[in-house]
């Protein structure tokens, strides 16, 4: 799966300003106080990674001890993993309904891009 616009959904911690992006300069001359990222922002990553963990773990997944970009839902020996590399990311289940429920606990939060294989 692709998070559409995964660092936008950042919010920042300090106040960054910046000047009009090109076609929106209104000629005064004004600058915008952001409150959320945008790509391109050294934190935008970083605040990514607060957003994804904070939400996820929301619908009772774990992250591992060893590697913290693993989720991990389970209900008794079966298991549904979510791998995240940036803004993308691969779920694993032992039952497709379980697969459906990652899925889901996704599209709930974030909108994504299903891609070609889906």
């Not at 605040?47 to 996820?56: A, C, G, P």
């Not at 970009?69 to 289940?93: N, Q, R, T």
């Not at 996704?106 to 891009?113: A, G, P």
Request: charged share 25%; proline share 3%; net charge negative.
């Amino acid at each position: 799966m692709d998070i559409k616009g995964a660092y936008l959904n950042g919010i920042l911690k300090e106040k960054v300003y910046m000047k009009q992006p090109e076609g929106y300069d209104d000629g005064t001359g004004c600058i915008c106080l952001l409150i959320k990222t945008l790509y391109g922002l050294k934190q935008a990553s970083r605040e990514w990674n607060h957003e994804f963990d904070s939400k996820i773990r929301k619908h009772g997944y774990a992250h591992l001890q060893s590697d913290p970009c693993i989720y991990m839902w389970h209900i008794g020996e079966d298991f549904a993993i979510i791998a995240v590399w940036v803004d993308d990311l691969l779920i694993f289940a032992t039952m497709i309904d379980l697969q459906d429920k990652a899925r889901m606990d996704v599209t709930k939060e974030w909108c994504y891009d299903p891609g070609p294989y889906y």
